[in-house]
């Protein structure tokens, strides 16, 4: 299966699942967030470790305000960011502003029990001192084991469901950086609004073992080519993440290509960590000023990236843990 065409982009936006428009006031292009409706940034402010490396909290605040100032109005946080921390500094910045009122807050939890994510998201929502959170992610989706967990009979995924039933959750999710396959299987099967993976310009995305020879590493495979088309069919909201694959992209490529690039593909908006406030200002004027790349343009760059450093990238996501 080749990677997600300009075609397919087009008619998804026609279809409604990525129309933009702009913030008249930040000049800051929304995206809709598939079949939820709702308008984002195209630019998500993310707050796991890179957040979390501003290491005195005003600090911390005073780079979130920053970026809110300048548009972005999607907060993606995960009780996994430092075991709570993350959503604690989000909580303390709402609180600070009056609520969240005109932001899209996000969290995930890395529970697969039901009674521990019931327990767990109790603890996030006081954390993130709200009543409701507009989007609820099962966190880091691993392998087919990790899936059966998650669908078990008392697994995260009822506790979800329960979650949405009661609004207590606005939209129910998944993301994944590790196995796309197994996303798409997780995709096709079960009733997520939106959906986070890696997509990048390496095309990352291991779906054969690595103790395989010859498998695994290069080749078609991919989160762009396996699991993006199924959540576009399904009309879910796409939000992307890994854009820096870890750093391990940067250098590789321009920054602003890697951001252009992913920005380029049919998602609503594309997640980031920011541990300085000059790229807050240097990714929300990429944002502003973004122009879509052609599909050819978009496989010239990717093929001369991801010839070189796809095979390394997969290898390290393997076991890399989201925190």
Wanted: net charge positive; charged share 25%.
């Amino acid at each position: 299966m080749q990677p997600v065409s300009r075609r397919t982009f087009l008619e998804a936006a026609a279809l409604g699942l990525i129309g933009s428009t702009v913030d008249a006031a930040t000049g800051m292009p929304l995206r809709t967030l598939g079949k939820t409706g709702v308008k984002v940034s195209a630019l998500a402010f993310g707050c796991g470790s890179r957040w979390l490396m501003y290491k005195e909290e005003d600090k911390a605040l005073e780079a979130m305000q920053r970026a809110v100032d300048l548009g972005v109005n999607y907060l993606d946080c995960a009780f996994g960011y430092g075991d709570g921390v993350s959503e604690e500094r989000v909580g303390k910045f709402l609180k600070a502003r009056g609520g969240k009122k005109g932001l899209f807050v996000v969290t995930k939890l890395n529970t697969r029990g039901y009674d521990e994510t019931m327990q767990l998201f109790e603890g996030s929502m006081k954390r993130l001192g709200v009543d409701q959170v507009d989007l609820c992610h099962i966190h880091s989706l691993a392998g087919e084991d990790d899936l059966a967990k998650v669908e078990a009979k008392d697994g995260i995924l009822k506790a979800i469901y329960k979650l949405r039933d009661e609004k207590a959750i606005r939209f129910a999710g998944v993301s994944c950086h590790t196995n796309p396959a197994v996303l798409k299987t997780a995709l096709e099967r079960h009733d997520f609004d939106c959906t986070q993976m890696a997509l990048n310009l390496a095309r990352m995305g291991n779906n054969a073992p690595s103790n395989v020879p010859g498998q695994g590493m290069t080749g078609p495979q991919g989160f762009e080519s396996i699991a993006l088309p199924v959540a576009l069919k399904k009309k879910m909201g796409v939000l992307a993440m890994k854009i820096f694959a870890q750093e391990k992209l940067v250098g590789k490529a321009p920054i602003e290509a890697l951001i252009r690039y992913s920005m380029s593909l049919p998602v609503a908006a594309v997640v980031l960590g920011m541990p300085k406030l000059e790229y807050i200002d240097h990714n929300v004027a990429v944002a502003k000023n973004f122009k879509p790349m052609s599909r050819e343009e978009m496989d010239r760059m990717s093929e001369a990236v991801a010839n070189r450093w796809k095979a390394s990238i997969d290898r390290f996501f393997e076991n890399h843990q989201d925190a």
